[in-house]
Nanobody, 125 residues
Framework: VQLQASGGGLVQAGGSLRLSCAAS????????ISWFRQAPGEEREFVAGISWSGVSRIYADSVKGRFTISRDNAKNTVSLQMTSLNSEDTAVYYC???????????????????WGQGTQVTVSS
C-alpha cells in the first residue's frame, strides 16, 4: 500500500487543520491506521490511531481532547482533525498502516512497515 499525507500548512496558535491520509494500491478498510509526528531533532512519536472498523481510537495524552482521528473506508482515507494547535504541535506528520488485517491499533514504530510521505505542520505563536 502507498500512503500519502496531505493538508499540512502554516497556522496560528489556536487554529485548526485537517490532515488526510490517502491510500492507494489496496484497500485499507481492514487495517488499523495511526498518525505519528516528528519535530526537528526529536524522535518520531505516536499521535493517534484508529481501528480497522473505526470503533476504537487511541490518542497520545498531548493531543487528547484536541485531535480527532476518523476514517472513511469508502474513500480509502483516514483524517486527523487538529484543533487548538500550539507551537508544540509543529512537526512533520506521517500516517502508517498495520500490515496485518484486523490487527489492533499500534502505537510503536516497530509495528508498522507501510509509511506515507509526511506533511509539514507549522504553528506560529
Amino acid at each position: 500500500v502507498q500512503l500519502q499525507a496531505s493538508g499540512g500548512g502554516l497556522v496560528q496558535a489556536g487554529g485548526s487543520l485537517r490532515l488526510s491520509c490517502a491510500a492507494s494500491g489496496r484497500s485499507i478498510s481492514m487495517y488499523a491506521i495511526s498518525w505519528f509526528r516528528q519535530a526537528p531533532g526529536e524522535e518520531r512519536e505516536f499521535v493517534a490511531g484508529i481501528s480497522w472498523s473505526g470503533v476504537s481510537r487511541i490518542y497520545a495524552d498531548s493531543v487528547k481532547g484536541r485531535f480527532t482521528i476518523s476514517r472513511d473506508n469508502a474513500k480509502n482515507t483516514v483524517s486527523l482533525q487538529m484543533t487548538s494547535l500550539n507551537s508544540e504541535d509543529t512537526a512533520v506528520y506521517y500516517c502508517a498502516s498495520r500490515n496485518s488485517r484486523f490487527a489492533e491499533i499500534a502505537t510503536s514504530l516497530r509495528d508498522f512497515d507501510s509509511w506515507g510521505q509526511g506533511t509539514q505542520v507549522t504553528v506560529s505563536s
